[in-house]
């Protein structure tokens, strides 16, 4: 009987030690820098004679849990500006939790390191789902580090409109007043948003969609997949074409819910766009 005990207790020890292990492995891939991703592709009514364009899209900054801090932000914020873009877009969820004395700290904390950012076109960002217990708060932060905030609004920089549409998974979406925004405008026509729900009804004048949310799926495991679903089938996550419009879904550089990830890093995306086919 007591061979059976030290067995079992052997065996927890060694079960708990693994479960430890990997708790602490997944806790550091979610501390890892943001993989870079690159993309080229041609927008439809690029303006005659404009140079190309490279954009960095970062998500689910999600600052304010033990996998974002100031410090860890301002090194990727190095990262980015080291790539060299011409225009930085912001797709939502810069902190870590719905509560609203979390939300209000890490709104301090993003201003420092966002101001840092270096693009000619300068930054552009909209919010996401974890923004909305104080969204002026988030906004007028954003604003302090120099970004321009768009809330189902349009602006032009370089030879892009950019549509900034609100959240779709929290319904502060306006896409129809969104593209009303952006008709009167001149150049090749893309939307940033957080959620991709919406580009399921994105009109093909439309040639980009940017978004994040998904942490595409955060804890992705073999067989078993992520753990839940809060996306529209097909996506999750990278790069899906859907007619003549192209979505891109970052993984984010932040987490939510828990401090983990494995099999999807954190990353942040170079999009080179032109009028080149």
């Given at each position: 009987?007591?061979?059976?005990?030290?067995?079992?207790?052997?065996?927890?020890?060694?079960?708990?030690?693994?479960?430890?292990?990997?708790?602490?492995?997944?806790?550091?891939?979610?501390?890892?820098?943001?993989?870079?991703?690159?993309?080229?592709?041609?927008?439809?009514?690029?303006?005659?004679?404009?140079?190309?364009?490279?954009?960095?899209?970062?998500?689910?900054?999600?600052?304010?849990?033990?996998?974002?801090?100031?410090?860890?932000?301002?090194?990727?914020?190095?990262?980015?500006?080291?790539?060299?873009?011409?225009?930085?877009?912001?797709?939502?969820?810069?902190?870590?939790?719905?509560?609203?004395?979390?939300?209000?700290?890490?709104?301090?904390?993003?201003?420092?390191?966002?101001?840092?950012?270096?693009?000619?076109?300068?930054?552009?960002?909209?919010?996401?789902?974890?923004?909305?217990?104080?969204?002026?708060?988030?906004?007028?932060?954003?604003?302090?580090?120099?970004?321009?905030?768009?809330?189902?609004?349009?602006?032009?920089?370089?030879?892009?409109?950019?549509?900034?549409?609100?959240?779709?998974?929290?319904?502060?979406?306006?896409?129809?007043?969104?593209?009303?925004?952006?008709?009167?405008?001149?150049?090749?026509?893309?939307?940033?948003?957080?959620?991709?729900?919406?580009?399921?009804?994105?009109?093909?004048?439309?040639?980009?969609?940017?978004?994040?949310?998904?942490?595409?799926?955060?804890?992705?495991?073999?067989?078993?997949?992520?753990?839940?679903?809060?996306?529209?089938?097909?996506?999750?996550?990278?790069?899906?074409?859907?007619?003549?419009?192209?979505?891109?879904?970052?993984?984010?550089?932040?987490?939510?819910?828990?401090?983990?990830?494995?099999?999807?890093p954190p990353d942040f995306w170079l999009v080179t766009v032109s009028g080149e086919r």
């Amino acid at each position: 009987m007591r061979r059976i005990v030290r067995i079992v207790a052997t065996v927890g020890v060694l079960l708990l030690a693994i479960a430890v292990a990997t708790a602490v492995w997944w806790h550091q891939n979610a501390l890892a820098d943001p993989v870079e991703r690159r993309l080229r592709l041609a927008l439809p009514d690029w303006p005659a004679r404009a140079r190309p364009i490279r954009i960095a899209l970062l998500s689910d900054i999600h600052i304010g849990n033990s996998t974002m801090d100031a410090a860890r932000l301002t090194r990727i914020v190095a990262i980015v500006n080291a790539a060299r873009p011409d225009l930085v877009l912001l797709a939502g969820d810069y902190v870590a939790e719905h509560d609203v004395a979390v939300a209000r700290a890490g709104a301090a904390a993003l201003v420092a390191p966002i101001a840092r950012l270096r693009a000619p076109l300068g930054v552009v960002a909209v919010l996401g789902n974890h923004d909305q217990s104080v969204p002026a708060l988030i906004a007028a932060a954003l604003r302090r580090a120099g970004v321009t905030v768009l809330d189902n609004a349009a602006v032009v920089r370089g030879p892009l409109v950019i549509g900034g549409a609100g959240d779709a998974f929290s319904h502060h979406d306006d896409l129809p007043g969104t593209l009303r925004a952006m008709a009167g405008k001149s150049g090749a026509k893309i939307v940033l948003t957080h959620s991709p729900d919406l580009t399921m009804h994105v009109p093909p004048t439309v040639g980009l969609v940017l978004a994040g949310h998904t942490h595409c799926g955060q804890g992705v495991l073999p067989i078993v997949g992520p753990p839940r679903v809060f996306w529209k089938p097909g996506l999750r996550c990278g790069v899906v074409r859907r007619g003549g419009t192209i979505t891109i879904v970052s993984a984010g550089l932040g987490t939510s819910s828990v401090p983990l990830r494995v099999g999807a890093p954190p990353d942040f995306w170079l999009v080179t766009v032109s009028g080149e086919r």
